[in-house]
């Protein structure tokens, strides 16, 4: 019976230590936050739910470790698969970037130019479906069909054979580091990415636009850069470059690299089509090209990967300790 009361007296003092510790690193947490200095707020939320097709604009969203979720909806988590069993992007079919999704209940509504509307399930069954292997970039990914009607759609707006993939969450989403890109020095085991190129989040400021706009002959929207968040009161273009870890309410992002841009940024978002003198990637690789890491891709923006998961608002302040 004495051996019964001093393990139970052991079990309890144990466990009273862990809740200490937690509760210490808890505070510790909480305090590494409040004493950030605020460099911004979040003007404003973007959930991207098909690669290279447009955008929803949302007030509210939850940090997942794979990417924004809104409405149940998760960013990046379909894509198109050429027959050959690529990954089809608007680098290629440009008028990509005006097939609109918008949610209704269980369902995802899709429009663009000359296209009945499709309703596509937002939480297709995997029962019964072929599951399709597909490399983006430098990482095989798993995507299950989403049926002959969405492939068919696909196809007849893109006038070539197509279909539409969706991450399921019974496949898994990949890690940063199962492929062997010349990035992965940067991922940690543990940083997740859906159908992205390469990270789930990418933060820019309003700032930056703004400077990049003021070379341009012909300014160009944030909507270019189909980056998750935009933040305003951002005391200096590119600033956010500094930024090695942020805080957004309880949410812990770290930096892993800048955000790299390529042809994709030529596409005018409201008709599909690419600017002929190149703008504004041309300009961006006049002043922001860092050579000896990324080559000929410029600089815009910064790529960010979760510690934490939780909500994040509109108007939200933004805290961040830089380099």
Not at 82 to 92: D, I, L, P, Q, Y
Not at 153 to 164: A, C, D, E, Q, T
Not at 199 to 222: G, K, W
Not at 236 to 246: G, I, L, N, P, S
Request: proline letters at 6%.
């Amino acid at each position: 019976m004495f051996d019964i009361f001093c393990e139970n007296v052991l079990f309890s003092a144990l466990v009273s230590g862990s809740l200490v510790k937690l509760s210490a690193l808890y505070l510790l947490h909480k305090n590494r936050i409040k004493n950030a200095p605020i460099v911004g707020k979040v003007a404003a939320i973007f959930v991207y739910p098909i690669k290279s097709c447009k955008g929803i604009k949302v007030e509210q969203a939850e940090v997942t470790w794979e990417g924004l979720k809104w409405n149940g909806i998760m960013d990046r988590h379909w894509m198109i698969m050429s027959a050959e069993g690529k990954t089809v992007t608007a680098r290629t079919d440009p008028t990509l970037v005006l097939v609109e999704p918008s949610i209704h209940g269980d369902s995802m509504h899709l429009d663009a130019p000359g296209m009945p509307t499709i309703k596509v399930p937002t939480h297709p069954s995997i029962e019964g479906t072929t599951c399709y292997q597909v490399k983006i970039w430098d990482h095989f990914v798993r995507g299950v069909c989403c049926g002959q009607e969405a492939a068919d759609w696909f196809s007849k707006y893109l006038n070539k054979p197509v279909r539409l993939l969706h991450l399921h969450p019974k496949l898994g989403t990949s890690t940063m580091l199962d492929g062997a890109s010349k990035f992965d020095k940067w991922a940690r085991p543990w940083d997740k990415v859906a159908f992205s190129d390469y990270c789930p989040y990418m933060f820019i400021s309003e700032a930056s636009l703004q400077d990049l706009n003021s070379r341009l002959e012909n300014p160009v929207s944030m909507d270019r850069f189909r980056t998750n968040l935009i933040m305003s009161d951002v005391s200096k273009a590119y600033d956010e470059d500094t930024w090695r870890t942020a805080f957004i309410d309880d949410v812990h992002f770290t930096f892993l690299k800048e955000g790299t841009r390529c042809i994709f940024i030529t596409i005018d978002p409201e008709k599909g089509e690419k600017d002929k003198a190149e703008q504004p990637l041309k300009m961006l690789r006049s002043y922001r090209l860092q050579p000896e890491v990324y080559g000929n891709s410029p600089c815009f923006g910064i790529n960010m990967v979760p510690d934490s998961v939780g909500t994040i608002r509109v108007g939200d302040p933004i805290r961040a300790y830089t380099n």
